[in-house]
């Protein structure tokens, strides 16, 4: 934890450095929100309060899945979750839920994207690997091909400040120094196995120890779910792995005051300095944040 600490402050010396030699670095915002779909409609719509949001300020949208509660039912539904989030900006990426691969058409999503429905990438000194899910043994080609990239990735990881691993399901069953499991999140996948050839191959006999290896070659590593409902976690643990997530559920409750009694809804804002590598990040309640910006 010394290590970290130390990294952190040396990052900040930095930013205080650079500031006072070049001026105030540029900063750039993202914006990630999970389950995000509109209870009580036909399956084709996201939470009322997002689309009357402007995410044109952020440089990147990151969604952890169940967008739509039918989200590739009908092309027009994509269609319309493209116009509000804009899929192909190059730093809007999309973690696939239940609800949006259970009616299959993932095509329509790579060739809107060009990009698989699991994939690496790379924005302003950040390298992101976005999981699907929902494989199953029966997807074995695609299922051997994500855990191809995800070891690939965190052989080879140098030159990033982080590395941020967007999913939908909970995954993290006995992780250390995490709570138990369903005091946060709606899902665990404990038995999620990466490969086709070995079930023991699970996020934490497999995947986890590749990861704390990431974090101790200096790379900052942050694991982002989107399946949680109202509920959030935001925890960095004693191997300096930090793991959170949030989404919508209020949307379920059509009662004004049965709503108002309801836990509230959250997304996180991100706040990054490419120049200094310092990345930061803050949990709102959406409902407040629209009433001070005057979308109520």
Sequence with gaps: MKTIKSRYILLFVLFLFTKSIFGQPDTVKYFFEGHTYQWHTA???VDERLEKM????????WLGGDVCSEALLEYSTLEYIHSLFNLQHPNTHWAMGNHDARNGNWNWLEELT?????YTSHYKGISYMVLNTTLTPYDCEQLNDQYRIITTLCDT???SSHLIFLVHHCLWENVPGLPYHYDYAQSNLKYFSFTCSDHGATFLNDIYPRLVEVEKRGVEVILIMGDMG???IDITNEDGITFMGTGLNRSKYQDPVERENSDRDWFIEFKHVPQTGWLGWKFHDLD???QVRGLY
């Excluded at 402007?54 to 949208?61: M, N, P, Q, R, W």
């Design 157 to 159: 990881i140098q030159n």
């Design 43 to 45: 399956g084709d719509k």
């Design 114 to 118: 060009g990009r698989k429905t699991y």
């Design 54 to 61: 402007d995410f044109s300020e952020y440089d990147g949208i």
């Design 230 to 232: 109202s509920k959030r």
């Design 288 to 290: 407040s944040t629209m």
